[in-house]
């Protein structure tokens, strides 16, 4: 099957794409006291000169005390920090590219095994990250609020350094999917509630203040996902009917893109169609979408943090479903990660060039 749907251009608002291949968010932990480096930048200008449409970076975390288990994860805040990503987005602008930073909190974590930990207790809307497991504070109204606006103010700063866009991360058992989720959610407040409409609401009012910090014409990307990492077949929303109640109102307060994480972008969400969640994503709020879940390869994600290897697979399935219209943009992680140029070898039909993927490529930044 033709590759060719794959190569077409991409516009909406400030994204002005010249494919539909997104370079996925991958946490790479290369940043020393959180502040990008200039072999970081490097990283990503070789993707950007590889023609990737869309760089979404690794997460960057905003200004909260504690966003952040790993002192290595890149800030998206701080003098030093902005300017480390002042340097990224030159280089990738040079190269032709576009890019948008993940913008993220953790919120409440594991320790991390280095044994580093931040300044103060991890937050969360309960202090649990998965059901029976507290560690951390159970945030405030003013931790809520200063959160929100910590939000808005790294959307801003990246519009001021040139980005082209921004992606929240809502997804993966973070801070803004622990409000999503009743397993980590038990507020009794306007953040709580029995229904999943109910626990929207704070990752709408970042949103929202993403939105008034950025103007109507900046793109806003949010990215969700269905299953936790405690619980990889669980659904978020169990029903169509019920994922419309939560990405609606995220649609209404000004994302332009939803990003649908998904560990096979083959899978059916729901039982009665084969629509994938980006699929659903798109049907429910009429909003674009990007796919994502092994593409290209024939093992998932976190199969290569336990040490599995993949190897290339076909891309037949995806581009039929393209095709098909069931989304509009397809995020690539580890084979990007692992070859800068895999876009060029997909748009040339090298296939016997591409290149398998071992978890030794996420213990450094690949930049040949």
């Given at each position: 099957?033709?590759?060719?749907?794959?190569?077409?251009?991409?516009?909406?608002?400030?994204?002005?794409?010249?494919?539909?291949?997104?370079?996925?968010?991958?946490t790479r932990a290369f940043s020393p006291d959180g502040i990008p480096t200039d072999?970081?930048?490097?990283?990503?200008?070789?993707?950007?000169?590889?023609?990737?449409?869309?760089?979404?970076?690794e997460g960057t975390v905003i200004n909260r005390p504690s966003s952040s288990y790993d002192k290595n994860v890149p800030n998206?805040?701080?003098?030093?920090a902005l300017n480390g990503w002042q340097n990224v987005i030159a280089g990738v602008h040079k190269a032709g590219g576009q890019m948008g930073p993940q913008i993220w909190h953790m919120g409440i974590m594991d320790n991390h095994h280095s044994g580093w930990l931040p300044p103060t207790p991890f937050e969360g809307p309960s202090g649990l990250n998965r059901p029976g497991f507290n560690n951390g504070n159970t945030m405030t109204q003013k931790d809520i609020d200063d959160t929100i606006a910590a939000?808005?103010?790294?959307?801003?700063?990246?519009?001021?350094?040139?980005?082209?866009?921004?992606?929240?991360?809502?997804?993966?058992?973070?801070l803004i999917d622990q409000f999503f989720w009743e397993?980590?959610?038990?507020?009794?407040?306007?953040?709580?509630?029995?229904?999943?409409?109910?626990?929207?609401?704070?990752?709408?009012?970042?949103?929202?203040?993403?939105?008034?910090?950025?103007?109507?014409?900046?793109?806003?990307?949010i990215r969700v996902s269905q299953f936790k990492p405690s619980h990889y077949d669980y659904k978020l929303a169990k029903t169509p009917q019920e994922m419309e109640t939560w990405l609606t109102p995220l649609a209404d307060a000004g994302v332009d893109i939803f990003h649908c994480s998904q560990?096979?972008?083959?899978?059916?969400?729901?039982?009665?169609?084969?629509?994938?969640?980006?699929?659903?994503?798109?049907?429910?709020?009429?909003?674009?979408?990007?796919?994502?879940?092994?593409?290209?390869?024939t093992g998932d994600f976190f199969g290569a943090f336990a040490g599995e290897s993949s190897q290339p697979s076909s891309l037949d399935e995806l581009t039929r479903r393209l095709d098909r219209g069931d989304f509009d943009l397809v995020a690539v992680g580890r084979p990007i990660l692992a070859d800068p140029n895999w876009v060029k070898k997909i748009k040339a039909g090298q296939t016997d060039a591409l290149k398998g993927f071992s978890k030794e490529a996420l213990g450094e930044l690949i930049l040949e």
């Open positions: 099957m033709s590759t060719q749907s794959l190569f077409t251009p991409f516009t909406l608002k400030t994204l002005n794409l010249k494919n539909r291949i997104v370079m996925a968010p991958m072999k970081v930048a490097a990283y990503y200008q070789k993707r950007a000169e590889g023609e990737v449409g869309l760089i979404l970076s998206f805040h701080g003098e030093q939000f808005g103010q790294a959307a801003a700063d990246a519009q001021r350094l040139g980005f082209d866009c921004i992606e929240i991360h809502g997804a993966h058992g973070y397993g980590t959610n038990e507020r009794t407040d306007i953040y709580g509630g029995k229904t999943l409409a109910e626990r929207t609401r704070f990752g709408v009012e970042v949103v929202k203040e993403i939105r008034r910090r950025v103007g109507n014409d900046f793109a806003i990307i560990r096979r972008f083959w899978e059916p969400e729901f039982e009665g169609s084969d629509l994938n969640f980006a699929g659903w994503g798109k049907k429910l709020t009429g909003k674009a979408t990007i796919t994502v879940g092994s593409v290209g390869l």
